[in-house]
């Protein structure tokens, strides 16, 4: 019997069948106390279709996968009010992350450690004192789109009937809150809303310049933050809209710049005319359009609106646009050039056109409607954009302005196979490596980063290293915990952190080492 049991126990060994074992305990990053009912999902990155087992913490946070088969995998953890967290951390990043399990292997001393998320909460009231209700409450943080630096909405709420709000699943970092009572009135000929609510940043300002900048840190239950709302006097809107086909229905839409809302709706008047009461001091877009021959015709109107009424706005419908264009490569590369895609990018549009480039080398965007457009890169290989020139004209910062009508001359993508490269290692302050650092691209000059080329995370030995990097001058900072939605590019953000950084200029084709101290972020603390 035994000679029996160790033959079957040496044919499963020789078929590969020994088994592995995945175990751990999430924690909370603050408290360090366990994490209960959180989902751990575990994702096989070495089999097709990344088959998925998921597991609930017991009462002490733990979890475990028995009986795995040998390969790579991630872990992905969520549970309400906390962040998501992958293990490993390099997970997060387009290089990619994953452990290896050999067979038999058990892995036994996973600890996930969760962020947990705050709140924010306070009342707002009239200037006598009384409750305002349906009260917008944005908690507004600054990011990067396309280079830019700009004022997004991260988490909103409305008041109740006693003035009341409360903002939840608040991640740490620093913001801006801002309230508005926005009272659009129709459009048409009828009157509108006389008097509305100013709109004000925390704790009484009317821009961002006067707000006070809340520090939420990881978990934190920030109360009464109230504001004072006052009244004022709202405008109305007059003008008209010039549709060169005549005949379809035009709609029209007010959209505010700082608010994110809107609001629409059709003229019908033979002549275009409309009104927009009830419009609060800010900045908005103007959009019409109008489809005909299955063609969409548009116009924008960038308007800055103060207490007085607004007359004489004249839109006219301008018919779809096309650019086109053609890419050139310089240096040696094997980039194919149908291999390339980009897109179009703007700070009006929600969405853009991307197009694939021909093998010749040309491209086209078709459908375009009036505005500035930005080129984005979306799939350049081991090439970078190196300069955008429409006819005679140099737009690689400015953008290509097709709110006239038409484009000027045709587009030149200039790329450049010669790429730099950065690479280097993190310690500690006892000068150890450190593992899952994630370190950061910051550039210093007018170049942006691309998606996926400005964040890297260290390996076992602390190393990192950057490939495909525009040439120019940058500074590299290494954090331990930090937000990746484009605050680690904001120099207000890291300016505490500058002498912990370490600033290299990235030649064509050259390779760059840094050696890099590990930032504890304060906020996720």
Request: proline share 6%.
């Amino acid at each position: 019997m035994r000679l029996t049991s160790a033959l079957l126990f040496s044919g499963l060994l020789l078929c590969g069948q020994e088994k592995c074992r995945v175990a751990g305990q999430v924690v909370n990053s603050v408290t360090n106390e366990p994490v209960r009912k959180s989902r751990v999902t575990l994702t096989r990155t070495t089999a097709p279709g990344g088959a998925a087992a998921s597991v609930i913490t017991d009462s002490g946070g733990r979890f475990a996968f028995p009986d795995l088969d040998a390969g790579g995998y991630t872990i992905l953890t969520q549970r309400d009010d906390f962040e998501y967290q992958e293990y490993p951390r390099g997970g997060r990043t387009p290089q990619g992350g994953s452990f290896a399990l050999a067979p038999g292997d058990e892995k036994r001393d996973i600890v996930i450690r969760l962020v947990p998320l705050g709140t924010v909460s306070g009342r707002i009231v009239d200037e006598d004192g009384d409750p305002i209700r349906q009260v917008q409450v944005n908690l507004m943080a600054y990011q990067f789109n396309n280079g830019r630096r700009q004022l997004v909405p991260r988490s909103s709420g409305m008041t109740n009937d006693l003035g009341e709000y409360r903002l939840f699943e608040v991640r740490h970092g620093r913001y801006y809150l801002k309230a508005n009572k926005q009272m659009m009135g129709g459009f048409g000929p009828g009157p509108g809303v006389d008097e509305s609510y100013a709109s004000s940043f925390h704790p009484g300002s009317a821009d961002v310049t006067g707000a006070s900048l809340l520090e939420i840190a990881a978990g934190q239950q920030m109360r009464g933050v109230d504001f004072t709302l006052h009244r004022l006097h709202v405008a109305t809107l007059r003008g008209r809209v010039v549709n060169p086909v005549g005949g379809p229905s035009v709609s029209l839409s007010l959209s505010s710049i700082t608010e994110g809302w809107g609001s629409s709706s059709g003229i019908n008047d033979p002549d275009g005319k409309f009104e927009i009461h009830g419009v609060s001091p800010g900045s908005y877009v103007l959009t019409a359009q109008a489809f005909t021959d299955e063609k969409k015709y548009s116009a924008r109107f960038p308007i800055q609106v103060g207490p007085a009424d607004i007359d004489g706005i004249e839109m006219h419908l301008l018919p779809p646009m096309e650019l086109t264009g053609h890419v050139r490569i310089e240096g040696k590369s094997e980039v194919q050039p149908q291999l390339l895609v980009f897109n179009l990018e703007s700070k009006s549009l929600s969405s853009s056109p991307f197009v694939t480039v021909k093998q010749d080398g040309s491209l086209r965007f078709k459908d375009l409607e009036p505005d500035v457009y930005y080129i984005g890169p979306f799939n350049l290989q081991s090439l970078y954009l190196k300069s955008v020139r429409l006819g005679d004209a140099d737009v690689t910062d400015t953008g290509i302005d097709l709110t006239r009508g038409s484009a000027e001359g045709e587009l030149t993508l200039l790329l450049s196979a010669n790429i730099g490269q950065v690479e280097g290692t993190v310690e500690n302050d006892n000068s150890e490596p450190v593992v899952d650092a994630m370190v950061t691209l910051m550039p210093l000059t007018s170049r942006r980063i691309l998606p996926g080329r400005g964040v890297a995370v260290t390996d076992s030995k602390g190393h990192f290293s950057f490939g495909g990097i525009d040439p120019g001058r940058y500074r590299l900072f290494a954090w331990d915990q930090i937000d990746e939605d484009g605050s680690v590019y904001d120099r207000d953000f890291v300016q505490p952190f500058e002498s912990m950084g370490q600033a290299v200029d990235v030649q064509e084709s050259g390779k760059e080492s840094v050696h890099l101290k590990l930032i504890h972020n304060p906020a996720a603390e």
